[in-house]
């Protein structure tokens, strides 16, 4: 009983630490628009500015792929994403500015902006 006192006391202290002031956050997405062959699409800032102009704040930013499989055919969308990091609090203004949550995508990465 001795030995169990103390690790509980430590857990307890530490489940008190978490506080509900820190948000974690959640990821969103929507597709930067380009297109296989011909490249296109929106910049990865004017993703963001989307989300600004829907009073959204930007935690990260990172571009990414959806990592859905797609015939390589010219004209057809290369799967090429923005991914945002937001206060999670601000889930609904990203959703109704067109952006989606990151977890419906269970296959995406990030990848370089180049």
Known sequence: MHSVLP????????AACG??????????????????????GMP???????????NVQVQSAACGTN????AAVCGVPDGK????EIPS???????????????TLPSARTISCT
Request: charged content about 5%; aromatic content about 4%.
């Open 81 to 84: 994403i923005g991914i945002f």
């Open 7 to 14: 690790t509980v006391v430590v857990l307890a202290s530490l």
């Open 19 to 40: 506080g509900g002031e820190h948000d974690a956050g959640s990821k969103v997405f929507k597709s930067m628009g380009s297109l296989q062959c011909s490249g296109g």
């Open 89 to 103: 609090t601000q889930a609904a203004a990203a959703a109704a500015a067109g952006f989606t949550p990151l977890n």
């Open 67 to 70: 990592g859905l499989a797609s």
């Open 44 to 54: 990865l800032a004017a993703l963001q500015a989307q989300l600004a102009t829907a």
